[in-house]
């Protein structure tokens, strides 16, 4: 499958449905000088510009700040990933 308009059970689902959906979720978001965001995705427009709250920056593995609020450029942005629930998160 070419990935953008992937078929998954008879409806097709975009990265822009993947977007809407992870919403208030948390996310990992990878930016391209490989530091690591990860909190609950509460913004996201057109250019990838993201708002999150809850934020931890991770670099290298290690956390190195928390942050109440965080913007992130969209143009810095390399992915964003959700986070796998867990038994304990109710999944």
Avoid: W
């Avoid at 993947?18 to 250019?47: H, Q």
Wanted: some cysteine; glycine content about 12%; proline content about 2%.
């Amino acid at each position: 499958m070419s990935g953008v308009g992937e078929k998954v059970s008879g409806t097709t689902k975009t990265p822009a449905d993947f977007l809407k959906s992870i919403r208030g979720r948390p996310v990992v978001v990878k930016l391209n000088s490989g530091v690591d965001y990860r909190g609950i995705l509460t913004c996201l427009d057109g250019y990838m510009n993201i708002a999150m709250e809850q934020t931890e920056e991770y670099i290298n593995g290690q956390l190195k700040n928390k942050y109440g609020d965080a913007f992130i450029r969209g143009n810095n942005v390399l992915y964003i990933s959700t986070v796998k629930r867990t038994v304990a998160d109710g999944a």
